[in-house]
C-alpha cells in the first residue's frame, strides 16, 4: 500500500489577511488517495488544528468533496491533529503532496521541515507534488548535490501572476509565483485563470489552481502506479 503524505499549510494569517488552507485542495485529492487505497497522514509546519480559509467555504466553492470531508470524523480528525512535519517519518513515504491556500505564503517558505522534507523525498526519487500555492515550497529548494534551483530546466505551474492579481493578494505575497518559478529557470506553463492545468516532469508535479487540484492528485496517482 503506497503512502502518501498531505501537507497543509499552518498559518491562519499573510500580512493582515486572515487565510490558511483552501480545503478542496486537501480535499479532493484526500479521497483521491484514499479511493486508490493508499495510507494518508496528512502533516503541517507547526502540527495540530489547521486553519481553514474561509473563502474556500463560499458556496461557489464548496465542493462535493469539501463537503464530504468536513463531516467525516476520520478526516477532520486528520486535519485537526496534523503530524508536525519534522516529526514525520519521511522514509515510509512514497509521495508528498503540498496543498494550496495564502496560509503558504507565510510557511512553506525558507522553512526547513519543508525544504527538507523536499530535498530528501525527490533526492530518493520519491514523488514530490504541489498544487495552487502548494508551489511556493520549491523556491527555497535545490537539486540534489548542487546549488542549482530545484525547479531549474523543469516544466512546471503554479498560480498565475494574474490569478493573484484577481484576488487582490499581489501586494501581500512574499513573491508571486509564476514570477519566481521562472526566474528560478522554470519553464512556467500555464492553462487561462481558473482553469485545470497540471504538470509532470520527471517526480515533479505541479497544479495551477484549485481547478487543478484533482488533475494533480491522479498525476501522482498515475505516477506511483507505473
Request: overall charge negative; hydrophobic content about 40%; glycine content about 10%.
Amino acid at each position: 500500500m503506497p503512502k502518501i503524505i498531505i501537507v497543509s499549510t499552518s498559518a491562519p494569517e499573510l500580512a493582515g489577511h486572515k487565510t490558511g488552507l483552501w480545503l478542496e485542495e486537501c480535499a479532493a485529492p484526500y479521497y483521491k488517495f484514499k479511493d486508490a487505497g493508499y495510507e494518508i497522514e496528512i502533516a503541517s509546519p507547526a502540527g495540530g488544528p489547521v486553519p481553514l480559509d474561509a473563502g474556500s467555504l463560499g458556496e461557489a466553492f464548496l465542493t462535493d468533496a469539501c463537503k464530504k470531508f468536513l463531516f467525516d470524523p476520520e478526516a477532520m480528525g486528520m486535519l485537526s491533529h496534523t503530524t508536525k512535519l519534522s516529526a514525520a517519518d519521511l522514509s515510509a513515504a512514497d509521495a508528498i503532496f503540498f496543498c494550496g491556500g495564502h496560509g503558504t505564503c507565510v510557511d512553506f517558505i525558507d522553512d526547513a521541515s519543508v525544504k527538507g522534507a523536499i530535498e530528501t523525498l525527490y533526492g530518493a526519487g520519491k514523488v514530490v507534488a504541489a498544487v495552487c500555492h502548494g508551489p511556493t515550497c520549491l523556491p527555497q529548494c535545490t537539486k540534489p548535490g548542487t546549488d542549482e534551483p530545484l525547479v531549474k530546466d523543469l516544466v512546471v505551474t503554479g498560480f498565475t501572476d494574474t490569478e493573484e492579481e484577481a484576488v487582490q493578494l499581489t501586494g501581500k505575497v512574499p513573491f508571486l509565483l509564476e514570477q519566481k518559478l521562472k526566474e528560478q529557470g522554470g519553464k512556467f506553463e500555464r492553462a487561462d485563470d481558473w482553469n485545470p492545468k497540471v504538470c509532470v516532469d520527471g517526480k515533479l508535479i505541479t497544479g495551477q489552481n484549485p481547478q487543478s487540484s484533482e488533475a494533480c492528485a491522479e498525476a501522482t496517482i498515475k505516477m506511483l502506479s507505473a
